[in-house]
């Protein structure tokens, strides 16, 4: 075997390698966009959650807000039934 035989048969060696590794190149990297994309999507999706969050939260400030409120009003009108009673019993008293 000449010394052009073994360049060649390396050659060959090499070409076979590089075309697997070619091969192998492009699944990988369709695999990376889709790790791209995955996590975009996933990033979208948080910053959505956390806006509904927020949401949520800022509900819940005016849901507590307005029931305060209506306690203070419950309880002028329970103040308001007994003063309009006491009135009722003067103008009913001889």
Do not use: C, Y
């Not at 975009?40 to 005016?62: C, G, N, P, T, Y």
Request: no cysteine.
């Amino acid at each position: 075997m000449g010394d052009d035989e073994k360049v060649t048969a390396k050659s060959k060696v090499w070409d076979r390698l590089f075309q697997v590794l070619a091969i192998m190149v492009i699944p990988l990297l369709g695999w990376g966009i889709k790790l791209e994309v995955n996590n975009a999507v996933q990033d979208e999706r948080i910053l959505e959650l956390k806006k509904h969050k927020m949401e949520a939260q800022s509900m819940r400030e005016a849901t507590t807000k307005n029931t305060h409120a209506l306690i203070r009003v419950e309880t002028k009108l329970e103040a308001a039934a007994v003063t309009l009673k006491d009135i009722k019993d003067i103008l009913r008293a001889p």
